[in-house]
């Protein structure tokens, strides 16, 4: 059993800066590929970054060049930096756990419940 918390959303400006981080309790972190989604309202989720337990990560074409997915296997906790946030980027992040085909099918093991970030001036 793993357990998931996110942590780190809130309200920022147009173009600010942001990071979120999922820590992950309850198994062997390093085993799992971890990886971010986000919900917008009336919007299915969607994948944002996914990250190998070898550390290959993979990205939207919307958040590519803007945001960047890393995990730290020391501390069970994977980040996701986000640059230049836009409106565009208003959405509850989740953090998922799973096999590196689960987790960019959707289809992982394990969710976190979800950190609400909002960019607006």
């Known amino acids: 059993q793993v357990q998931l918390v996110e942590s780190g959303g809130g309200l920022v400006q147009p173009g600010g800066s942001l990071r979120l981080s999922c820590a992950a309790s309850?198994?062997?972190?390093?085993?799992?590929?971890m990886g971010w989604y986000r919900q917008a309202p009336g919007k299915q989720r969607e994948l944002v970054a996914a990250?190998?337990?070898?550390?290959?990560?993979r990205y939207a074409d919307s958040v590519k060049g803007r945001f960047t997915i890393s995990r730290d296997n020391a501390k069970n906790t994977v980040y996701l930096q986000m640059n230049s946030l836009k409106p565009e980027d208003t959405a509850v992040y989740y953090c998922?756990?799973?096999?590196?085909?689960?987790?960019?099918?959707?289809?992982?093991?394990?969710w976190g419940q979800g950190t609400q970030v909002t960019v607006s001036s």
């Open positions: 998922n756990a799973g096999s590196y085909h689960t987790v960019v099918a959707g289809r992982p093991d394990y």
């Open positions: 309850g198994s062997i972190f390093s085993t799992y590929a």
């Open positions: 990250i190998s337990r070898g550390g290959t990560s």
